[in-house]
């Protein structure tokens, strides 16, 4: 973990990353105290952004304002539990396929099924077919998330397995689950938080897809619920409603799919030692071979001369 402060820490991009990360998460939490209103207070539809409604009223007369700030709490909510359970039972099923090699043979035959499966037309399909809501939507990104973060998981194990501190720890009779537990899974703890940040990207963004499609819950405030309902509007090309209607839960979409982009270059370099020591060597080579390019060249025109002067 303090590796990665420091690395997050020398990064722009990732320190601004996770400042909005925690801003969104902070809004989430405190919604119904900043809300000016309930989700389910009615005023009158389609009033313009004002003093009293900062982002105006949609077409049943709900504050726009209190439905992003609510909407932030289940879209963030079904993210963190699904990218949570699939990447801890990836890092579990990872940990037993590179650890034991017969069993480890039976997982990864059926994490190359799942991974074979098209994994967002059929969350549609079963969306389609059973009642959406937040255990469900966590239920189906969590079926399809695990796979791909244990076949990574279990190729970090493979190569620790056969370090030479595993291999002490064997001989000096320690068990395999201490060996899994106190050796193993630290290793494998900046795979798996990048495994979490691209899940979490793809359960907003899908979540959002879902819901924008109407195959989300009707009931619950989300940021993709906005959207379908915005995007239904008859009138929403042809006047400004768009502007305070629709744009907002995009723009929110963006900058936490951004954010976790940001975020996730931190993790990159702890998760992968030799890509932040080799861009560590180019930014302190950089200077040196330009100064001894000029020097190499300072010293071939001499010799040239003297070459040409004695000819």
């Not at 370090?163 to 050796?183: C, K, Q, W």
């Not at 379908?228 to 629709?246: C, L, N």
Request: charge should be neutral; proline fraction near 6%.
């Amino acid at each position: 973990m303090n590796d990665l402060m420091q690395v997050v820490r020398g990064k722009q991009l990732a320190s601004g990353g996770l400042a909005v990360l925690v801003t969104f998460g902070l809004l989430a939490v405190l919604a119904p105290m900043l809300s000016p209103y309930t989700p389910t207070e009615m005023d009158v539809p389609m009033q313009s952004p004002s003093g009293l409604h900062p982002l105006g009223t949609d077409d049943v007369g709900h504050d726009i304002l209190t439905e992003l700030l609510h909407g932030a709490r289940f879209s963030l909510l079904v993210g963190f539990i699904s990218a949570s359970l699939s990447t801890a039972i990836g890092v579990v099923l990872g940990l037993l396929a590179g650890y034991y090699g017969k069993l480890g043979f039976t997982i990864m035959r059926v994490v190359d099924i799942f991974l074979a499966i098209p994994r967002f037309p059929l969350i549609v399909f079963l969306a389609a077919f059973l009642r959406p809501g937040l255990w469900t939507l966590a239920l189906f990104f969590l079926l399809f998330g695990w796979a791909r973060t244990s076949r990574l998981v279990r190729s970090q194990v493979l190569g620790e397995r056969a370090s030479g501190y595993v291999e002490a720890a064997r001989v000096m009779g320690a068990g395999d689950p201490h060996i899994i537990l106190r050796h193993l899974l630290p290793s494998t703890v900046p795979v798996a938080l990048s495994r979490f940040i691209v899940e979490f990207q793809h359960v907003i963004l899908a979540e959002s897809g879902l819901s924008f499609l109407g195959l989300g819950d009707p009931t619950t405030k989300s940021w993709g619920m906005m959207l379908h309902y915005a995007f239904q509007y008859p009138t929403i090309f042809i006047s400004d409603v768009w502007v305070w209607w629709a744009v907002p839960p995009g723009l929110c979409i963006t900058l936490v799919v951004l954010a976790l982009t940001f975020s996730g270059f931190a993790v990159e370099e702890l998760a992968n030692p030799r890509l932040r020591e080799s861009r560590q060597h180019c930014r302190d080579e950089a200077p040196s071979g330009h100064k001894a390019t000029s020097t190499r060249t300072g010293s071939v025109r001499p010799a040239a001369e003297a070459f040409v002067g004695g000819r």
